[in-house]
């Protein structure tokens, strides 16, 4: 599928940013609330060959409305060795998830690379401190596969019944998720009341939270400033904006 791309697509291009068409090979329903989409790469790995990185993610492009949307996903399993990926699609109203429930095998997609990136910490953390929701969750996923042997506490908020079924890739022995029910400031408080006692060394912490914009920076903001976490030890991504 071929959209034009408008004055976000010109900017990229100035910005270096390089194009790739994926190819569907099949899709999966994880959950009536969760979708993933198997694709072929248009050359994207081997490209990126010692590039990829856990939380890797490209700008794809949906039309919606006669007018070009970007969005970013992140690459779930990515294979060099074949050119195959996936993208997982937390499912609501918009372009994205439209198409994502329409997708089939032979349908493409145009995709941008520009813009992701990823800094281990160092040193490595005694214990990863983690904040999302199933938008991103293959972000998640590949963190605790990049760090196979450190454990982890996962707080994940969840909007659905069904969210219960995710495929979050725990080890019990080492992972301990808490699930939070959207709702307010329901996650922030959690993360407030529950974080401090697992920070022993503010210079050693580490947290990656990706969640919607406000919530992101309001426990970045207090990440930083009251529990005075280096900057190099937080990791916020605002992943999406509620509706509105």
């Known amino acids: 599928m071929a959209v034009g791309k408008g004055w976000e697509g010109v900017v ?4 270096r940013g390089k194009d790739f068409t994926f190819t569907v090979t099949g899709t999966e329903e994880v959950t009536a609330n969760y979708r993933r989409v198997h694709f072929t790469d248009g050359g ?7 590039s990829l990185h856990p939380t890797m993610w490209v700008r794809v492009w949906f039309e919606g409305a006669g007018r070009p949307h970007q969005r970013a996903y992140t690459l779930v399993d990515p294979d060099p060795r074949t050119g195959t990926f996936s ?8 372009a ?7 997708a089939r095998p032979g349908d493409t997609i145009d995709a941008t690379v520009q813009g992701t990136g990823f800094t281990a910490p160092a040193p490595a ?3 990863l401190l983690v904040i999302g929701d199933p938008a991103s969750l293959p972000a998640i996923n590949s963190l605790l596969d990049a760090f196979p042997q450190t454990p982890a506490t996962i707080w994940f908020e969840t909007q659905h019944a069904s969210d219960a079924e995710l495929p979050v890739r725990l080890d019990t022995a080492r992972h301990d998720v808490r699930r939070v029910s959207r709702g307010g400031t329901a996650l922030v408080d959690r993360v407030k009341a529950e974080l401090p006692e697992l920070v022993e060394d503010p210079s050693s912490a580490y947290v990656w939270l990706a969640c919607d914009t406000a919530t992101t920076r309001t426990l970045t903001s207090y990440l930083r400033k009251d529990l005075a976490l280096p900057k190099q030890r937080v990791n916020g991504l605002g992943y999406w904006r509620p509706a509105g």
């Open 44 to 50: 994207l790995l081997a490209e990126a060959g010692a």
């Open 12 to 15: 990229l291009k100035l910005m």
């Open 125 to 127: 953390p005694e214990r």
């Open 96 to 102: 994205a998830s439209a198409w994502a429930r329409a």
């Open 87 to 94: 993208f997982e699609f937390a499912l609501h109203d918009g």
